[in-house]
């Protein structure tokens, strides 16, 4: 197909594929699984399974079927194999507030079984750092 | 920015005109896993269903119309949070801190009467495991719920006032989430206040 000749969209395309394969196979498993076995918890994870699957294969079709419909050539010669997403995507600088989260919900999730004094503190530094973390990302550079 | 490349949002707020926004791609990767975290869920509570000769327990008394009418509301956010990323996507930030605070709101409402209900329940986690699964499943998706309006916050602090931020690739993802959260709950109400 003349878009599988294009790097950019042949990815998703490949993708979109795999995970609608997944999920078909998926959805058949429960429809045989459940006729065979009348078992409602088995049958519930099978179809829940091919759920998973076709979230992400649906998403991908939808993403390459955009793309294919909006089709610009690449405006540079050899565009394609540079990544333009490693420029664009914006990823936070190296901070303390992943550790502090986690150490929060560490706290916070073992206070569950220790007591409320363990609960108080770690909700707050765990509301402390989600919002540190926030702030983090306000300024772009 | 290539010349040819259309004025597209998705495309510009993603890498490039070939693919989408890896953020939008692996936060749907992520919710297909979460999926797969209530699905655990769902397939306890028909084990214990199946194995047991009494289901509901005799204290179990749920009030299907009240926790419908919050499932409702629910269903309402969902749409105030689409708007909410249409308005950032045109550019206009004002309407979109509006209606992602109303989100915010109705989330609340959602997550108050199921404090409320769970004060006024006769049984608890540990009464037996029609409690264990029940608190399991509704209070695993109440902290969703809670962490949704968490991230919603989080998102409108990051893209708002001063900052070159941009909002609308935060709160498309955070929309993602919200629907996934609204429908993990039709299911979950479906399966404990409906079928029982």
Request: net charge negative; no cysteine.
């Amino acid at each position: 197909m003349e878009q599988d000749a294009d790097p950019q969209t042949a990815g998703m395309r490949v993708e979109a594929r795999i995970f609608l394969g997944i999920a078909s196979f998926l959805v058949l498993a429960t429809v045989v699984y459940f006729v065979t076995s009348s078992e409602n918890a088995g049958s519930t994870m099978l179809f829940l399974a091919g759920g998973m699957a076709l979230m992400i294969g649906g998403y991908l079709t939808v993403q390459a079927r955009q793309r294919t419909d909006a089709a610009e050539p690449q405006g540079e010669g050899g565009g394609g194999s540079d990544d333009p997403a490693a420029e664009e995507a914006y990823l936070p600088h190296a901070s303390v507030w992943p550790f502090a989260l986690g150490m929060g919900l560490v706290v916070l999730a073992n206070g569950l079984a220790l007591g409320l004094w363990a609960v108080v503190p770690g909700a707050l530094l765990t509301a402390a750092s989600g919002f540190g973390y926030a702030r983090q990302s306000r300024r772009r550079d | 920015m290539a010349g040819g490349v259309a004025a597209d949002p998705e495309v510009s707020a993603g890498p490039g005109a070939g693919r989408p926004s890896m953020l939008a791609v692996g936060t749907v990767v992520w919710l297909a896993s979460e999926l797969m975290f209530f699905s655990g869920l769902f397939a306890g509570w028909f084990a214990l269903r199946a194995s047991s000769l009494h289901w509901p327990p005799d204290d179990v008394e749920l009030e299907p119309l009240r926790t419908g009418i919050a499932t409702v509301v629910l269903l309402a956010s969902s749409f105030t949070m689409h708007a909410g990323t249409r308005a950032a996507e045109h550019g206009d930030r004002r309407r979109a801190v509006r209606w992602v605070l109303i989100t915010v709101a109705m989330g609340g409402i959602f997550l108050v009467n199921q404090a409320l209900e769970y004060a006024a329940f006769e049984f608890s986690l540990s009464s037996h495991a029609y409690g264990s699964i029940f608190y399991l499943m509704t209070g695993f998706h109440g902290l969703h719920v809670l962490g949704g309006l968490g991230l919603m916050l989080a998102v409108l602090a990051v893209g708002t006032g001063r900052t070159r931020a941009p909002l609308d690739e935060g709160l498309t993802v955070t929309e993602y989430y919200w629907h996934f959260v609204d429908v993990v709950w039709v299911g979950m109400f479906a399966t404990i206040y409906l079928l029982g």
